[in-house]
């Protein structure tokens, strides 16, 4: 089973600097390599069962009375391939009203919303980068669907989040593959913050922040030199950080990624809503995403994972973002447990350099 790389080596040698994310200045990265030689406790790859079938198992084909009824089932009449339903121990509900208030600094809102649980596959063992990518295709399209369903269904819901766990260490407690979809009252924080920088950035570049960045990883290359000796330093070329490229779909590994082998998959063209994907653009990006993910389980092996979409709210208030946001997806693989230091200092530290993570991804045997 391959294990996580070590601490970069080679040219670069140890690194050890703050990366700013340039979508979320506020968010920092410390890229500190000489800490992945230091003894740690790295979460373990998740445990595989492959049996298409578990008879204890409420998301198997067959076990359809252990959850609630269907929500919605694709397709409708025969063996089902996608079931939504209701999460039976939700996060935001609509059970009960409770009126919104304040006192001093206190301030509370209803906690209400929906949640929804997509069985992504009707077999139980098989994991995303398994599956085909015609069944890939549909997944992300009923995400589309479903999100735009919930906007619809009622005007107190401000924010669809559509997310993934796979594994205990990412927050999954059942190990048949699965998302989530959580409409809730608000507009969560760090939606805001990219939503925000993305439009300062288009009043002074005209331009969609995200589509430089793909710019940026496509067409720039650099030689940095120390400014008192001369000597060099490092070098930045051209696709270093790209891991997957497709006609329409790119898959990225941010320059300041918060997770050791975090990747970006981005659409090409622009887009701020992801309720404009297309059929044709949902089997494209099917495909990519697919090797994105065989990447990650050839290079970690058994891989746990978060990956959430990130759209453009809905509503009036958020309308000026449509030419600076750039809709995208964000996959978060699980091979560390946060420090005390990250947790009181809000700084992400990643100890293998967002350089070697990508050469070692887009070096990964998945087949043709």
């Known amino acids: 089973m391959n294990k996580p790389a070590g601490p970069a080596q080679g040219a670069a040698g140890i690194l050890r600097e703050i990366r700013i994310n340039p979508v979320v200045p506020a968010e920092s990265v410390l890229v500190a390599t000489a800490r992945g030689m230091r003894p740690r406790k790295d979460e373990l790859p998740a445990p595989h069962d492959a049996r298409p079938h578990l008879d204890t198992c409420p998301f198997c084909r067959g076990n359809e009375g252990m959850t609630p009824p269907p929500i919605a089932r694709i397709p409708e009449e025969g063996e089902w391939k996608l079931r939504i339903v209701e ?13 919104d208030f304040g006192f001093g600094l206190q301030q509370a809102i ?6 929804e649980v997509v069985i992504d596959h009707a ?8 599956m085909d990518e015609e069944h890939l295709a549909l997944l992300f399209l009923t995400y589309r669907q479903r999100m735009e369903e919930l906007y619809h269904s009622d005007d107190r819901l401000q924010y669809v989040l559509v997310f993934k766990n796979f594994g205990p260490a990412a927050g999954a407690s059942i190990a048949h593959s699965h998302s989530q979809i959580i409409a809730m009252p608000v507009v969560p924080d760090n939606v805001q913050a990219e939503v925000r920088n993305s439009q300062a950035y288009y009043q002074t570049a005209c331009k969609c922040i995200f589509c430089s960045l793909i710019d940026e990883a496509l067409t720039f290359e650099a030689t940095l030199y120390d400014r008192t000796s001369g000597e060099m330093r490092r070098t930045i ?3 270093q950080f790209v ?6 779909f790119i898959a990225i590994k941010p320059f300041a990624s918060r997770f050791e082998w975090e990747v970006h998959v981005l659409p090409l063209f622009h887009s701020a809503d992801y309720l404009d994907l297309s059929p044709v653009d949902a089997a494209g990006l099917s495909t990519l995403f697919r090797r994105t993910m ?8 058994g ?3 978060n990956f959430f979409i990130h759209s453009l709210p809905h509503g009036a208030a958020y309308s000026a973002g449509v030419p600076s946001f750039h809709w995208h997806i964000e996959i978060c693989p699980r091979t560390s447990i946060p420090t005390g230091f990250e947790l009181g200092s809000g700084l992400f530290v990643n100890t293998i350099s967002p350089e070697d993570a990508a050469e070692r991804l887009r070096n990964a045997d998945v087949g043709e």
Do not use: F, M, W
């Open 294 to 301: 065989a990447r990650l389980n050839a290079v970690l092996g």
């Open 123 to 130: 077999s139980h063992g098989i994991r995303i980068h398994e």
């Open 87 to 99: 999460n039976k121990y939700p996060v935001l509900g609509d059970d009960t009203e409770n009126p």
């Open 243 to 248: 891991i997957e490229r497709s006609e329409r």
């Open 303 to 305: 891989v746990q994972y």
């Open 110 to 115: 209803d906690g209400y919303g929906r949640h």
């Open 237 to 239: 070329s051209v696709g």
